[in-house]
């Protein structure tokens, strides 16, 4: 059986997000596949917590642990390299887009009108003071 | 001379196609992938060469060509039976050089690109897990990310859920995106290969599976593993076309994975030794009897204009030194 590093602290956290929820020790301990001592789990969880991976709360005599990333961000973030990576693959990346504008809700137009200006850092028109 | 090369090459990348699916079957994953890559890239790579030789030596033919590089005309013509042959495989080359260069370079952007999105993706310990049901999959950057969703983690059970990340990771530990892409590559400069590259993605999803099967020591979990995130994705994307495909792979790595493990049947080395040795022969004779029929048509003319300073086309007729090089490894 050949060893990959960092293999236990995947499993850790896809057993926490497949819960769902925050977990303790035990819970974690119990949703590992392998015969695993408890101070080997602790030792894990310690590490992702010092990473900043993991995030913990105490909970009677031990700690419940939570996702620190929540799967909505990382979701977005996928989604959007999705959306890049179809732009990329067509040659006209203006008529792509245009098209893809044309076709927003107007909420969702508004959205992103108000995104752009955020990103830009540029002042929205109808404000005032916007200009120094 | 060349026409039956570049047809003994062609000859080479059928047989690779038809034989890709059993070697799949029969070889060592790992190997399996190597040598189809290998032998998809000396294919395409000596087809390639091959036809570029045959369309020079038709476009040399052209009198006022022949009368800048020096050679008789005739002498050519006597050599190249065929010239509507050799602008046809000229044309076709040209055609199918664009495209392996296109798809070159938009594989190595595609790379680029995700290895920035790896970079900067939010993630748990080389894990992006989102929310919704797709497909598990590995995403190839430095260092790559195994991508999951919650909903696929939740639907199995930590035996399935270790094995289907032990899956992924292999992906990501052994490059198999550098042996697709390559395969990729080599597809567009030849056609007659997609079946390899179908082979080649089956043949990287076993290498995956049984490096799965090497970390958590049960085939049978991983194989366990593969049915239940499948049917936890397909209720997702059941409208995908793709998946009849897929799930006849789905079967197959299910099968083998319950199954002890195989020896590989067929000699590895033989058979990679062969299917790089015949389109390189191949490439190497087209050289060899290009570059002969250069020499005599030139000579021929500096037999019939002696003032004509000799030799120096030779280096031209003398044509690519890796056919060369080539020439002398097959020997």
């Known amino acids: 059986m050949r060893r990959q590093p960092g293999a236990l602290e995947r499993e850790v956290v896809a057993a926490i997000a497949a819960a769902g929820e925050e977990l303790t020790t035990p819970q974690i301990h119990a949703a590992l596949a392998r015969p695993l001592a408890y101070t080997t789990v602790m030792t894990t969880l310690a590490r992702l917590c010092d990473k900043g991976v993991l995030r913990r709360a105490p909970a009677g005599r031990t700690y419940r642990y939570g996702l620190v990333e929540s799967t909505a961000t990382m979701g977005a973030a996928l989604a959007a390299h999705q959306m890049r990576r179809l732009m990329d693959s067509h040659e006209d990346r203006s008529a792509v887009m245009s098209r893809f504008i044309g076709d927003l809700s107007a909420d969702d137009a508004r959205l992103l009108a108000q995104l752009l200006t955020e990103a830009t850092g540029a002042p929205q028109a109808d404000e005032p003071g916007g200009q120094p | 001379m060349t026409v039956s090369a570049l047809i003994a090459c062609l000859g080479a990348g059928i047989a690779l196609a038809v034989a890709a699916p059993v070697l799949v079957r029969s070889m060592r994953p790992a190997s399996a992938t190597m040598l189809l890559t290998a032998g998809a890239l000396a294919v395409s790579a000596c087809a390639g060469f091959i036809a570029c030789i045959l369309g020079f030596e038709t476009v040399a033919g052209i009198p006022f060509i022949a009368a800048a590089g020096g050679w008789s005309v005739r002498q050519l013509h006597g050599s190249n039976p065929a010239p509507w042959a050799g602008l046809l495989a000229g044309a076709v080359v040209s055609v199918l050089l664009i495209r392996s260069l296109t798809t070159f370079v938009g594989q190595g952007r595609s790379l680029w690109r ?39 983690l939740a639907a199995l059970g930590p035996g399935h859920r270790r094995a289907l990340i032990a899956h992924e990771q292999a992906h990501l530990v052994a490059r198999h995106h550098v042996y697709l892409q390559l395969v990729e590559v080599a597809t567009a400069a030849n056609p007659i290969l997609r079946p390899v590259r179908r082979a080649v993605r089956l043949s990287t999803e076993r290498w995956a599976d049984e490096m799965a099967a090497d970390q958590t020591g049960d085939r049978r979990v991983v194989a366990g593993a593969i049915v239940a995130a499948a049917t936890s994705v397909t209720s997702a994307e059941a409208t995908t076309t793709r998946l009849a495909s897929a799930e006849d792979a789905v079967a197959y790595r299910v099968r083998v994975l319950l199954q002890p493990r ?12 062969l299917l790089v040795i015949v389109p390189a022969g191949a490439a190497a004779v087209a050289a060899h009897t290009a570059e002969g029929a250069f020499e005599r048509a030139h000579a021929q003319l500096a037999h019939a204009h002696p003032p004509q300073v000799r030799g120096v086309h030779r280096s031209i007729a003398a044509g690519d030194p890796a056919g060369s090089r080539s020439h002398t490894a097959a020997q």
């Open chain 2, 262 to 273: 195989r020896r590989t049947r067929l000699p590895a080395a033989v058979l990679g030794a």
């Open chain 2, 114 to 152: 995700s290895a920035a999105a790896c970079r900067q993706m939010p993630n748990v310990a080389g894990l992006v897990i989102t929310d919704d049901a797709e497909s598990p999959h590995a995403l190839a950057g430095f260092p790559g990310r195994v991508v999951v969703g919650a909903p696929v």
